[in-house]
Structures are given as structure tokens and as C-alpha cells.
């Protein structure tokens, strides 16, 4: 049930692009995107629904593809910022708790 | 408003021993989840409230574990009996109207440890 996220770690140069995609074993409603730096919470950077539509901020993008059942985060231009592990949280379809499960996460880390 | 807030920061506890964790959710934020992260791990979730129930209690590990929160306001996570394993760090979350289209908001976590 635990999203799967790939890859596991990810070593990029100031400037380069990441790709980071989660897959699940069940139909989506929603994917939460959140970024964690060492020792701290998790931070949220966005959210994608049903149909498409995308929210959140900062220079990330992110697609939903629900006949596949999976989400990618684009980071582009990366900076010493984006460090940190990024994890997915998925909302099932019937998820009457709007509970997220969260992925198995994807270590980044940026170096000048 | 105030984000998140979780007490305390640390703690630090003998094995066998009882401990309390606490979580202040955004004011107004009807829904409040618990979890808990292993060193280097995901996030494992625990329980749910909406309002004062909790309607998903699923991920608990053990009847040493228990939380009540009290309207829809303060969150406590109890742990009975401490084990080393349940050393991790504890975080809360809370999410506004309960519609899917909102996220949760972490709190900064208590880290336990067993020893």
C-alpha cells in the first residue's frame, strides 16, 4: 500500500534537473509533495488533484498521471536549497480519513 | 496564525516508563494526525482524529499505544511502557476543512528516546 518512490537518492550540481516519481498500487485522488531537511518536519510544496489541476509554490513543478498511478516532481534549475528528502503522500480513492500515506522518500542532495 | 506546535522538543525516557507527547494543531484545523519516523525512515502513520474521534486508529503498533484529543484543539499520544524500540521521532499534523483538496501542516516533532 506504501507508495513506492524512485530513485532512492539523487546527487545533483547547482543547476542541473531532477526528476523524482512516485508510483502506487492503488487509484489516486490526490498527491502531496513535501520536502524534509535534516532534523526537520516536513515542509509542504504541493499538491495534485484529480484532473489535473496543480497547487502549490516555489520553482516545482509536478504532473498526476492517473491511469498509471503515479506522480513525478520536477525540479528544475536546482539549488543548495533543495536539499533534503522528498516524500510523496497519496490520498486513495474512498479515503473517507483523508489519510495520506507517505512514500518511501528520495534523498537530494545538491552540491555547489 | 501560529503554526504547528509540539511539546516536548526531546525527551528522554528510561525503558518500562510512561510518556506523554503533546500536540497544539492550528487553530480552527478540524483534523489532526499523528506519525512517527525512524531514524533515516518514511513516514509511518499512526492514528487520525476528526474532531475529538478518531475514526482511524489503524496504525498504532501496540496497546501501549493510546491518544485523545480533547475537541478540536490539544492532541496527547500516550506510550505505556516504554520499549527502545519506539525511540523515533513523533510528529503531528493538522489539515484544515477535512476536504481533500487541503494538506497537513507538520509540527516540528519530539524526538523520543528509550533508553
Redesign the interface.
Do not use: E, H, N
Given at each position: 500500500q506504501q507508495p513506492v518512490q524512485s530513485p532512492q537518492a539523487v546527487i545533483l550540481r547547482e543547476g542541473e534537473d531532477a526528476v523524482i516519481n512516485c508510483s502506487s498500487s492503488k487509484a489516486l485522488y490526490s498527491v502531496h509533495w513535501y520536502r524534509q531537511k535534516h532534523g526537520e518536519a516536513p515542509v509542504f510544496l504541493m499538491i495534485l488533484l484529480k484532473g489535473g489541476e496543480q497547487k502549490g509554490h516555489e520553482k516545482i513543478s509536478a504532473s498526476f498521471n492517473e491511469k498509471k498511478q503515479q506522480s513525478s516532481l520536477y525540479l528544475t534549475a536546482s539549488q543548495l536549497s533543495y536539499s533534503g528528502t522528498y516524500f510523496c503522500g497519496t490520498e486513495n480513492y474512498g479515503g473517507a480519513t483523508n489519510k495520506l500515506i507517505f512514500g518511501t522518500g528520495t534523498l537530494l542532495a545538491v552540491q555547489p | 496564525g501560529a503554526g504547528v506546535s509540539q511539546s516536548p522538543s526531546n525527551k528522554v525516557t528510561e525503558k518500562g516508563k510512561d510518556v506523554e507527547l503533546r500536540c497544539d494543531p492550528i487553530s480552527g484545523h478540524t483534523?489532526l494526525?499523528w506519525?512517527r519516523q525512524r531514524l533515516g525512515?518514511?513516514?509511518e502513520?499512526l492514528i487520525?482524529f476528526?474532531g475529538n474521534s478518531a475514526?482511524?486508529k489503524s496504525g498504532l503498533p501496540s496497546d501501549r499505544f493510546s491518544a485523545e484529543r480533547t475537541g478540536e484543539s490539544v492532541s496527547t499520544l500516550t506510550i505505556q511502557r516504554t520499549q527502545q524500540e519506539d525511540s523515533a521521532v513523533y510528529?503531528c499534523a493538522s489539515?484544515g476543512t477535512?476536504?481533500?483538496?487541503d494538506?497537513?501542516?507538520?509540527?516540528?516533532?519530539t524526538r523520543l528516546t528509550v533508553l
Open positions: - | 483534523a494526525y506519525y525512515q518514511g513516514l502513520f487520525y476528526q475514526p482511524d510528529l489539515r477535512g476536504w481533500i483538496q494538506t497537513q501542516y507538520f509540527g516540528p516533532g
